[in-house]
Every structure is written in C-alpha cells, then in structure tokens.
C-alpha cells in the first residue's frame, strides 16, 4: 500500500495538480530599458496598475541597452528610452530587428524628433515622456490584450536567424531533446522544431488544455491522439508511447476536460 501511494505521489510531482497546472495563464514578459530612476519608476508603476487587469505580467528593467543584451532574455513587449547611455534605444532596435527579433517595441523620449526613426524600425508605438499619463496606459493596455490573445494559438520558435510561428494545432507531440534535456522538440507532421527551455517551463507559458504531459520528457496534443488501448496511446502519423495504468486514467480525464471545453 505504502509503494503504491509512493508511484502516485510522483506522478502527480511530474504533471502537477491537473487542472490547475494546464490552466495556468500565459506569462507575458515584459523589459524596461530606462537610465532614469524616476521615469523607471513611472512607467513600472503604470504596469504594475495593468497587472490589476492582467496578473500573467512579468517585468525586468536594465538601465542600458548593454545590459539589456548580454542577459538574451526573450520578451514580448519592449518599453525603451531612445536616449541612453551607450548604445542608443534606436541602435538597440535596429540590433534587435537585424537579428529577426519581432518584440513589440514602445519607444519613450523626450524629443520628437526620432518619431521617423521609430517608424523604420517598425516600434508598435512612440510616446513622448510629456504625454506618458494621457497616452501609455492606453497604449500599454491595448498591446498587452492583442499579445495575450495571439498567445493563445502559437509560439514564435527558432533562434534569431530564422524565427517561424508555429501553431499549437500543429504540434503533434512535444519531446525533451536526448542530448542534455535543454532543448524542447516541437513534432508536427512535417518537421521538428527546437526551442531552448525546458518542458515544465513551457507548459507554464502554453496553458492550454490540448497539452497532456505524459511524463518528464513527453507531452502530447489531444487534438491528434487516434486512440487509447490498454498500455499504448496511438497519435495520428502512426505515432505511439506506452502508458502506465496511472497515466491512461489521466489521459482519459484530460480528454474529457478538454472536450467539455470545446
């Protein structure tokens, strides 16, 4: 009795509390670029309040660009001042566009003069440190919802050279790679994709119910599971995994869950 117990307190250790664990929010991630303390502070301030709204925030601030690329953290919004010391917040979005980095970029300054400079980069928003109370938290407000909401159905995977977005609807299974476990493995039906993060990581950031985990180095899409036997879980493409009789009730569950939600 003892024993038995023990297997499903390590089961649950590796898929988590079912139900909350897959439905946990997206993370969104967001840096601040800013040299000046008080207007690093204002504009955390205006993002700590949209937290209020949108708890999935998480927030890092650098006080130059140098900083901000030695850490190669992936963000999806970027508040920059242009005027930094070092490496301008113009130079550091040319860098970051070079390199195929899409981040939605809100440039903030107190001159309106490199309004054009914004453009070419293709920042989501310019804003004029004089008009950050009228204008950022709108403008902060409105990108956060569209973020969030395009979160929903894909990832952007690859390394800076060669980004591609990648649907959920297209995963067939996710593995952890062989050679170190460093490395996540997006399966489709037509190729493998890699991502630098771990599973439990991932799972925290795709928060969608079609992911089943099915131990530490597989996860799988309801959408394309052919069928359940006894022992085996058949994937379309001719895919299969062995089960335990602890993980085929929980896939049946998790079936279950799932297509109530549809």
Not at 97 to 110: P, Q, W
Not at 118 to 134: C, G, P, R
Request: aromatic share 10%; glycine share 8%; charged share 35%.
């Amino acid at each position: 009795m003892q024993r038995s117990r023990s297997v499903v307190s390590l089961f649950k250790e590796i898929v988590g509390e079912s139900k909350d664990y897959y439905r946990r929010e997206k993370m969104l991630r967001i840096a601040v670029v800013e040299d000046h303390p008080r207007m690093q502070r204002v504009v955390c301030g205006y993002i700590e309040k949209a937290k209020e709204e949108f708890p999935e925030i998480q927030t890092r601030t650098y006080c130059c660009g140098e900083d901000f690329l030695q850490v190669k953290e992936r963000y999806d919004i970027l508040i920059l001042d242009i005027d930094l010391p070092g490496i301008s917040g113009i130079e550091l979005g040319h860098r970051l566009r070079k390199n195929g980095d899409d981040t939605a970029v809100v440039f903030l300054t107190a001159y309106p003069q490199y309004a054009a400079e914004s453009y070419v980069i293709e920042a989501w928003q310019y804003v004029l440190k004089e008009q950050m109370e009228e204008r950022f938290p709108e403008i902060l407000h409105r990108l956060i919802s569209s973020l969030l909401e395009e979160k929903k159905d894909y990832r952007i995977v690859g390394d800076g050279c060669g980004k591609e977005k990648l649907y959920y609807r297209d995963i067939l299974y996710i593995q952890k790679d062989k050679k170190g476990g460093k490395y996540a493995e997006y399966v489709t039906g037509e190729k493998i994709y890699r991502e630098r993060i771990s599973i439990g990581r991932l799972l925290e950031e795709i928060g969608d119910e079609r992911f089943i985990l099915l131990d530490r180095g597989h996860v799988l899409n309801v959408q394309h599971i052919e069928k359940l036997e006894r022992g085996w879980v058949y994937l379309l493409g001719g895919h299969r995994f062995s089960v335990s009789r602890i993980q085929y009730s929980h896939i049946k569950e998790r079936i279950a869950c799932y297509m109530e939600g549809l």
